[in-house]
């Protein structure tokens, strides 16, 4: 079993992989560590041989045909997550009143709720706030405080006090990371704290999350899979799906 150092590597290549660059206090920011601990694990992410330092940061070492099958992934995921929010929306009814939390996932949900009567959407996604804004059907109440920009959302204690003030049917949440063993997983504690609020103010929760986040690890753990109503996924990882489903965990598959 890997370790947190190694977890925390593991996710670190990933998002370098998927940015191409990225600068030593982004990273920082990021997994909220200090520089010192960046530089530290880059050297030993270096080492793998798939990303490079570079004056002020990191950056990805890929071939062409290999950033080329990243891109074509990438598209796919794109792709399903869009079908996996749009399954979500047929769990909204009019009049819900429902949370959408940050993440690149929730983000699409928007897209298949502009039909919807009076549904009222309370959300820590600015994204979300950004693309219902002008629509009448809706009513969105963003949670406001802190700004973290890597995630385009809204997250710290001012964040909460606002959250905790209304009432919840149903949370749409997002991951980085499920398995039976810890749960559903994210990385930062400031998200986390709102996570874990929605999750407990609401009377319905559904994660939303393609299979290349099962079996897998982050640093934290906002919400245990007995706490589940749902989760909606692709059906790429059936093993761990038939896992899941012998634990008692409602999967739908997109």
Known sequence: ?????????????????????????????????????????????SRRGRV????????????????LDYR??????????????KK?????????IIFIDSGTTTIH???Y???????????????VISKLLGNDNISVIGIGGVVRNKTMSFASSESLLLLKQYNIQKAFMAATAVNIKNGVMNSSFDERAVKMLAVEKAEQVYVLADSSKFDKSALLTYCDLDQLNLIITDGENKAYIDKLRKQGVNVLQI
Do not use: H, P, W
């Open 1 to 45: 079993m890997k370790d947190m150092r190694n977890i925390r590597l593991d996710e670190m290549e990933s998002m370098i992989l998927k940015e191409g660059t990225v600068s030593l206090k982004e990273l920082s920011n990021t997994f909220e560590i200090s520089l010192n601990t960046v530089r530290t694990d880059i050297e030993a992410i």
């Open 52 to 67: 490079k330092k570079v004056y002020g940061g990191v950056r990805a070492v890929m071939s062409d045909n290999e950033l």
């Open 72 to 85: 074509i992934r990438e598209d796919k995921r794109i792709y399903i997550k869009q079908e996996i929010c």
């Open 88 to 96: 979500a929306a047929d769990l909204v009814n009019d009049g819900d």
């Open 109 to 111: 949900l928007t897209d």
């Open 113 to 127: 709720l502009k039909e919807k009567k009076n549904v009222k959407i309370v959300t820590n996604n600015i994204v």
